[in-house]
């Protein structure tokens, strides 16, 4: 166990499955302690209990919140609940891997059910809003420790356009922007904020865009290596930030693809 990591904790929100599963199972095999915010449904919880068990056989601990993290209330509790469980300053990192957007089109030739107001407000405030929600919440109540870590997961869509992928494209972006003005303004606290742009992953929420497989055939081609990005190099990738060596790295964006983005 690396001695920067005794007796500190990573949030994980969104650790039920896919990037945030991936990154909870890598930073318990380094030693972290893990805190896993989800929203799971009761057909998936048994999955999750099993990955939570395979966790623990790193004898770290790890700690799950299955609460509406995007509800003000509820967040509040969890946070309250951390601090009198563990006390100030033991928070290393927090990931941002909260998946929960609109997926309709902006035009339907055929008059069918488009993007409405509502839909964009709920995407952004789930997909981009969340991660300020939670970073100041953990900072407000002493929990970070010292060099902490922001890290949020957002896609080469911020800056392409896919079908009905309007909402969640316009909250990918916002959520850089947010990771940039928390790297500028948090700094005093000594906290990084950085996003992590993985590649096409084939994941629970990428099969839910409508053509994803055809975005997948795509992006292999794209690819150097010849295959999508894998959860577990994602995994790695914030483990790497997690690092003392990494302190300076703070406000960008960082493609974790194998070279997919430069094609």
């Known amino acids: 166990m690396s001695q920067s990591y005794k007796n500190k ?3 994980i929100l969104g650790g039920s499955a896919g990037l945030g599963l991936a990154t909870a199972k890598k930073l318990a095999h380094e030693g972290m302690n893990i805190i896993i915010i989800h929203r799971s449904r009761r057909s998936v919880v048994a999955a999750f209990e099993d990955a939570v068990r395979e ?9 799950s ?3 509406d993290a995007l509800n003000p209330k509820k967040r509040q509790e969890t946070v309250d609940d951390i601090l009198a469980k ?4 033991v928070i290393k990192l927090i990931v941002h ?3 929960r957007g609109n997926l309709k089109p902006l035009y339907d030739t055929e008059g069918g059910n488009t993007l409405s107001n509502e839909d964009f407000k709920g995407t952004l405030d789930a997909m981009a809003v969340s991660y300020y929600d939670w970073v100041s919440a953990f900072a407000k109540a002493e929990l970070f420790t010292p060099s902490a870590r922001a890290i949020a997961f957002t896609s080469e869509g911020s800056s392409r356009a896919w079908p009905q992928y309007a909402a969640v494209a316009a909250a990918k972006a916002a959520l850089e922007s947010i990771s940039r003005g ?3 303004e948090f700094a005093p606290l000594g906290i990084t904020s950085n996003c992590i742009q993985a590649g096409v992953t084939d994941t629970e929420s990428l099969r839910l865009i409508p053509g994803s497989d055809k975005m997948k055939e795509m992006a292999v081609k794209r690819n150097p290596y010849q295959r999508l990005t894998l ?3 994602v995994a790695n990738a914030v483990y790497l930030l997690t690092r003392d060596e990494a302190s300076w790295i703070n406000g960008t964006t960082i493609p974790v693809d194998g070279g997919e983005h430069i094609r």
Do not use: H, R
């Not at 966790?55 to 700690?63: A, D, L, N, P, T």
């Open 55 to 63: 966790m623990e056989v790193s004898s770290c601990e790890i700690i």
């Open 97 to 99: 891997s909260i998946a």
């Open 65 to 67: 919140y299955n609460t």
């Open 182 to 184: 928390i790297a500028l």
């Open 9 to 11: 904790y990573a949030v």
């Open 86 to 89: 563990l006390g100030k300053g």
């Open 231 to 233: 959860p577990n190099d």
